[in-house]
């Protein structure tokens, strides 16, 4: 079964507005975290922000914020203030627990627009 | 440099060749992991290193893949008797010792692998 379901493929977001990727998880796995990573065109992955299972706050970078609705199992990032510099493919992971890998989604494309 | 160091970026060779990918871990990173990512998908997991030891070699693909580490840290990924589908970037990661959920894994920049 998907542990990670990013169900939006592509983006447009104007320049200097807000934009927000969605995430949805699965686990049985009572300790977890959550993780984006922002991959531009050339390639890198960026880890951008983490979230654990039980942070009872939202976690904050900059300006990425993530949006933990643990009932709902969503970790939606949240990104203000778009710049041109954020046209990029960005990944939701997970860690649980009791494993050692990061399981990614299939990425979000955002472009931003001037 | 201070980041994941992976050679080579880009590699071209025919299909059946024996190719070689190398990882070298930020400094003091004990654990290391491969991943593969095709065309405009995510990353699936390969192998992942402890120290020298891979307790988990559950994502490679076919008795073809192979991976070793020395001294722990380089990191060798083999991949015998290429096949077109084997296309793909392989990425490598790093991560501080400690198996909490909270360690962010460290990337590099990947080696492209384009078979023929």
């Given at each position: 079964?998907?542990k990670i379901?990013?169900?939006?493929?592509?983006?447009?977001?104007?320049?200097?507005?807000?934009?927000?990727?969605?995430c949805?998880y699965?686990?049985?796995?009572?300790?977890?975290g959550l993780f984006w990573y922002?991959?531009?065109?050339?390639?890198?992955m960026?880890f951008?922000?983490?979230?654990?299972?039980?942070?009872?706050?939202?976690?904050?970078?900059?300006?990425?914020?993530?949006?933990?609705?643990?009932?709902?199992?969503?970790a939606?990032?949240?990104?203000?203030?778009?710049?041109?510099?954020?046209?990029?493919?960005?990944f939701c992971a997970m860690r649980?627990?009791?494993?050692?890998k990061l399981s990614f989604g299939?990425?979000?494309?955002?472009?931003?627009?001037? | 440099?201070?980041?994941?160091?992976?050679?080579?970026?880009?590699?071209?060779?025919?299909?059946?060749?024996?190719?070689?990918?190398?990882?070298?871990?930020?400094?003091?990173?004990?654990?290391?992991?491969?991943?593969?990512?095709?065309?405009?998908?995510g990353l699936?997991?390969?192998?992942?290193?402890?120290?020298?030891?891979?307790?988990?070699?559950?994502?490679?693909?076919?008795?073809?893949?192979?991976?070793?580490?020395?001294?722990?840290?380089?990191?060798?990924?083999?991949?015998?008797?290429?096949?077109?589908?084997?296309?793909?970037?392989?990425?490598?990661?790093?991560?501080?010792?400690?198996?909490?959920?909270?360690?962010p894994q460290?990337?590099?920049?990947?080696?492209?692998?384009?078979?023929?």
């Open positions: 079964a998907q379901t990013q169900t939006q493929p592509g983006m447009f977001v104007q320049e200097k507005e807000a934009v927000t990727l969605d949805t699965d686990t049985s796995d009572p300790s977890y922002k991959q531009p065109s050339s390639g890198e960026i951008l922000i983490y979230q654990g299972s039980y942070d009872q706050q939202n976690a904050t970078e900059g300006r990425y914020s993530l949006n933990f609705q643990k009932a709902r199992k969503s939606n990032l949240v990104i203000s203030a778009s710049q041109l510099g954020d046209s990029a493919m960005y649980e627990n009791n494993d050692y299939a990425g979000t494309t955002v472009t931003v627009r001037a | 440099g201070a980041g994941v160091s992976q050679s080579p970026s880009n590699k071209v060779t025919e299909k059946g060749k024996d190719v070689e990918l190398r990882c070298d871990p930020i400094s003091g990173h004990t654990a290391l992991y491969w991943y593969r990512q095709s065309l405009g998908q699936e997991f390969l192998i992942y290193f402890q120290g020298n030891s891979a307790p988990d070699k559950s994502g490679l693909p076919s008795d073809r893949f192979s991976a070793e580490r020395t001294g722990g840290s380089v990191s060798t990924l083999t991949i015998q008797r290429t096949q077109q589908e084997d296309s793909a970037v392989y990425l490598c990661a790093s991560s501080s010792p400690g198996v909490q959920p909270n360690q460290h990337f590099g920049d990947g080696t492209r692998l384009s078979i023929l």
